[in-house]
């Protein structure tokens, strides 16, 4: 589809620096832009860029002043980060949407296809199941006995989920997440290895939620494992059995969260986060990457580090952690110095 700088102002609310006929088709950044493409400029060390960038329209603020002159022409705006993400959502809306069921899909009788669903080649949806209106299921995706999923959520390939399951509205799972695996349950044994706990429980992802690819969520031991709305969960996170996420927690790749913990709502955990079992981290929590948790965090509270502490005694720490070669030199020279009088 494209658009016109004319008509971008006229979505933004923008003013025109330029061509107001200069058109676009495609969005780029602004180091790689080419013509016929649109990009932005949000943050004031990308400036350079702007000079000599090969796209046909620039997004700036309302206050931005170019230092020379500008070849593209530009659009200005009150808040270009908004305005960027409001013209990318037009731009997907506009994008061909998937229909139809492939002849190639598998679906047993009974099942509750909502209207206007797409299910590609090799989708398989169980006994049971019931399909919102408007999902879309692509190539490969596993739909598990008696699961439910609400309207317009889309499963991209591969996507597995286990039977009994409960999926919002309006999610979105990439490819090779996996919900309803058994929970890592076993219990050590007379002669040695380990008899497999039983996992009857389901998981419940409420609406809005979207969940990245090769992600994994447990099904619970006994009742559910919770994702609650607006929760975003990058690839490659595992959520263990009968864990709850709260509302609008955002959880960066490689995190793992250990059974029954419980993570408050508006929370962050960065890439490689580990939480033990049995942990509750309150709301508004912030955990930096790689930290280890394995005590409670309480509400809005910053932890870091391994095992992970409150943020301003680890920046604390850290500043001597850098400085312990010096301080063990100086503790031997002194010891030194002592010894000598000591003898003297």
């Excluded at 943050?43 to 796209?55: I, S």
């Excluded at 596993?142 to 439910?148: A, K, S």
């Excluded at 996170?237 to 996420?245: D, E, K, P, T």
């Amino acid at each position: 589809m494209e658009f016109t700088a004319e008509m971008i102002a006229g979505l933004l609310g923008g003013e025109i620096a330029g061509d107001a006929r200069a058109s676009v088709r495609t969005v780029s950044s602004i180091e790689e832009g080419k013509p016929g493409s649109l990009t932005y400029l949000a943050n004031p060390k990308y400036e350079e860029y702007l000079y000599t960038t090969g796209a046909s329209v620039v997004l700036v603020g309302k206050d931005f002043v170019p230092a020379r002159p500008v070849g593209a022409t530009l659009v200005r705006v009150d808040d270009v980060g908004r305005s960027v993400l409001r013209l990318l959502e037009l731009y997907n809306a506009s994008k061909p949407r998937k229909q139809g069921v492939s002849r190639l899909a598998s679906i047993a009788e009974g099942v509750r296809l909502g209207k206007d669903c797409y299910v590609g080649d090799f989708a398989v949806i169980e006994a049971g199941a019931e399909i919102g209106d408007g999902c879309q299921l692509y190539p490969q995706v596993y739909v598990g006995d008696g699961v439910r999923i609400g309207e317009g959520t889309i499963l991209y390939p591969g996507v597995k989920i286990y039977e009994g399951c409960r999926i919002g509205s309006r999610c979105i799972l990439h490819a090779g997440a996996v919900v309803g695996a058994d929970g890592f349950g076993f219990a050590p044994n007379a002669e040695g290895g380990y008899d497999k706990i039983p996992q009857l429980g389901n998981v419940v992802i409420e609406d809005d939620v979207e969940i990245g690819a090769n992600t994994c969520i447990d099904r619970a031991k006994t009742d559910a494992t919770v994702i609650r709305r607006g929760v975003k969960l990058d690839n490659l996170v595992q959520i263990g059995h009968n864990v709850q996420v709260g509302e609008h927690t955002v959880i960066s790749a490689q995190t793992g969260v250990a059974g029954t913990s419980r993570i408050g709502h508006h929370c962050i955990l960065a890439g490689q986060v580990g939480i033990a079992d049995h942990v509750t981290v309150g709301d508004k929590a912030r955990i930096g990457s790689k930290s280890g948790v394995d005590k409670n965090v309480g509400d809005g509270e910053v932890r870091l580090g391994y095992p992970a502490l409150p943020g301003m005694q680890y920046h604390r720490s850290s500043a001597v952690f850098k400085n312990l070669p010096e301080l063990a030199r100086r503790v031997t020279e002194l010891e030194k110095r002592l010894d000598e009088s000591r003898g003297a």
